[in-house]
C-alpha cells in the first residue's frame, strides 16, 4: 500500500467535524412532531395495557410491571421478525426513547451476534447497546441512594 | 395514575425532547439515552419523578428515565430499611422486572429468529 501523503492525512477528530458539515440538516420539525406523535402512542398504548391489567385485579401500582413486560415482548418480537428497524426508521426518539428502545437494543444485539456463538455471540454482546444505560443508571442510583442513607 | 391524554402528552414530550436531543447534539442516541437514565435517576431521589408518574402514568413510566427512577428509589427504600447495605441489595428491586423480561425475551428471540438483512 502507498503511503499516505502527509498533507492528506486527518485525525479522527478531524473527520468527525468534517463528515458534521457536509451531513445535510435535519429535518427539525418534522422529526421532533413524528416523535411526539409516535411516542405518544407508544405510551397511549402502554397506558391502554396497564389499565387493562388494572381491569383484571392488578392493583394502580402494581399494573406497571406486567405493562413493562407486555411493551418490552412486544418490542422484541418485532425486533426479531425485522420489523423494528423499519418502525425506528419512521419513528426516530418515539420508539428509541421508550422502553422499547431498551428492548430492541438487547434483542438487535443478541441477533446480530447470534452467528458467533451463543457464549460468545448472544451472551458477552447482547449488552453492548443496552450496557451504559444500566451502568450509568446504577452508578446514579448508587450516589443517590448513599446520599439518602447517609443524610 | 395517569390519563390518556397525560400520557400521551408526557409520554410524547420525552420524545421530543429525546429527537431535539439527537438531532441538535453531537452526542449518540447512546449518549442521549444513558443521560436521560441519569436525570431520571436524579429526579427519582428528589422524589419528582413518582410524581410525574401519578399525573402522566405509562407516559412517564415507560421513558427510559423511569429506569433510572426505579433504581435509585429501590435503592432509597432498602436504604431506609437496612442502611448503606440496602444501596446494594435494593439496587434492582424495582427494575428486576424489566431487565429480567428483556433478557429473557431477546434470548429466545435471538434463538428463534435470524437477522434480516
Given amino acids: 500500500m502507498a503511503a499516505v501523503p502527509e498533507e492528506l492525512k486527518i485525525t479522527a477528530e478531524e473527520y468527525r467535524e468534517l463528515a458534521r458539515k457536509e451531513k445535510p440538516p435535519p429535518p427539525l420539525l418534522f422529526n421532533a412532531l413524528t416523535a411526539f406523535f409516535s411516542g405518544g402512542a407508544v405510551c397511549l398504548l402502554g397506558q391502554v395495557i396497564q389499565n387493562g391489567y388494572i381491569a383484571f385485579g392488578f392493583s394502580p401500582e402494581e399494573a406497571a410491571n406486567p405493562t413493562v413486560v407486555t411493551v418490552i415482548f412486544i418490542a422484541s418480537l418485532l425486533t426479531g421478525l425485522g420489523l423494528f428497524d423499519h418502525l425506528a426508521n419512521l419513528t426516530g426518539a418515539g420508539t428509541a426513547v421508550p422502553v422499547t428502545g431498551f428492548a430492541n437494543s438487547l434483542t438487535a444485539a443478541a441477533l446480530e451476534f447470534k452467528k458467533e456463538g451463543l457464549v460468545l455471540g448472544i451472551g458477552s454482546k447482547m449488552f453492548s447497546q443496552a450496557g451504559s444505560v444500566i451502568l450509568f443508571g446504577v452508578v446514579t442510583a448508587f450516589v443517590v441512594g448513599l446520599i439518602s442513607a447517609l443524610f | ?117
Fill in chain 2, 1 to 117: 395514575m395517569g390519563s390518556y391524554l397525560t400520557a400521551f402528552l408526557v409520554g410524547g414530550l420525552f420524545c421530543l425532547i429525546g429527537q431535539l436531543l439527537f438531532d441538535l447534539t453531537p452526542f449518540t442516541p447512546g449518549h442521549i439515552l444513558s443521560g436521560f437514565v441519569v436525570a431520571g435517576g436524579i429526579l427519582g431521589g428528589l422524589g419528582l419523578y413518582d410524581k410525574l408518574i401519578q399525573f402522566a402514568g405509562a407516559g412517564a413510566s415507560l421513558p427510559i428515565a423511569s429506569f433510572g427512577n426505579a433504581l435509585a428509589k429501590g435503592a432509597m427504600l432498602e436504604a431506609a430499611r437496612r442502611g448503606v447495605i440496602g444501596v446494594l441489595t435494593g439496587m434492582f428491586e424495582l427494575t428486576s422486572t424489566g431487565i429480567t423480561a428483556a433478557i429473557i425475551f431477546s434470548f429466545f428471540m435471538a434463538l428463534l429468529f435470524d437477522p434480516k438483512g
